[in-house]
């Protein structure tokens, strides 16, 4: 299985609501990512999991929490968000983090979340 | 500041042309770059991995260089087909303690007309 997947495919919330954005795979990959991106935009990071353990926040508000409660599994929690967090939320894997290897990233379909 | 730039927006060339995208980068040091595709509403797809120590990579219809004294890489698809139309991002990996962190360029969007 060489699959990343990703739940749901579309969410639309109101700024009070909590939800989560579910990701997993089954690759033994042991680096997992999440990445937001805008429209004609690249993918921005926004967190690493190497190992199950946090490595990389890249300074992103605290209404998006992420979980990673095991190797194959990384959600992101939101809560009170705002209309301009609207984006396509990518999940990620690759098979560890390493300044020096490759670490090709496989990438999920994305989840397009609309905040009204 | 760091940046990432590719060359255009976007690229139209006809079927059986060899479509070339450019990737130049200023105030990174990448140990690697990486190509991937991406197809409009989905994530981006792997392609190909370039080490800063290779000159050149070849997949099946795809060449990668890196010049690391010009900061540029050249991606290449020969014999261009209508399906490679898609948008063709870079990413660099920076050494050091940034481990995992991969910096994509904006991506050109490629169209290969018939």
């Known amino acids: 299985d060489t699959e990343v997947t990703q739940t749901p495919k579309h969410l639309v919330m109101g700024m009070t609501n909590k939800k989560s954005l579910k990701c997993e795979q089954h690759?033994?990959?042991?680096?997992m990512y999440w990445y937001k991106q805008k429209a004609k935009k690249p993918p921005e990071l926004m967190f690493v999991?190497?190992?199950?353990?946090?490595?990389i926040n890249e300074s992103v508000p605290s209404r998006f929490s992420p979980e990673c409660p095991n190797s194959s599994l990384l959600n992101l929690h939101l809560h009170a968000l705002q209309p301009e967090d609207s984006a396509l939320y990518l999940c990620?894997?690759?098979?560890?983090?390493?300044?020096?290897?490759?670490?090709?990233?496989?990438f999920g379909p994305g989840t397009r979340l609309t905040v009204l | 500041s760091q940046k990432i730039e590719q060359n255009s927006e976007a690229l139209n060339i006809q079927e059986g042309k060899t479509a070339t995208l450019t990737c130049n980068y200023t105030?990174?040091?990448?140990?690697?770059l990486q190509w991937y595709r991406q197809d409009p509403g989905r994530g981006p797809v792997f392609l190909l991995l370039?080490?800063?120590?290779?000159k050149e990579k070849r997949k099946e219809r795809l060449k990668v260089t890196f010049d690391t004294t010009l900061k540029q890489s050249l991606f290449h698809i020969t014999a261009s087909q209508p399906a490679d139309s898609a948008t063709y991002l870079c990413?660099?990996?920076?050494?050091?303690?940034?481990?995992?962190?991969?910096?994509f360029g904006r991506g050109t969007q490629l169209t290969v007309w018939p």
């Open positions: 990620a894997s690759s098979q560890g983090i390493s300044g020096a290897g490759s670490n090709e990233q496989f």
């Open positions: 370039i080490r800063e120590n290779e």
């Open positions: 990413a660099l990996g920076p050494r050091g303690s940034t481990l995992g962190r991969l910096y």
């Open positions: 999991y190497s190992y199950e353990k946090l490595s």
């Open positions: 105030n990174y040091s990448p140990a690697y």
């Open positions: 690759m033994g990959h042991r680096a």
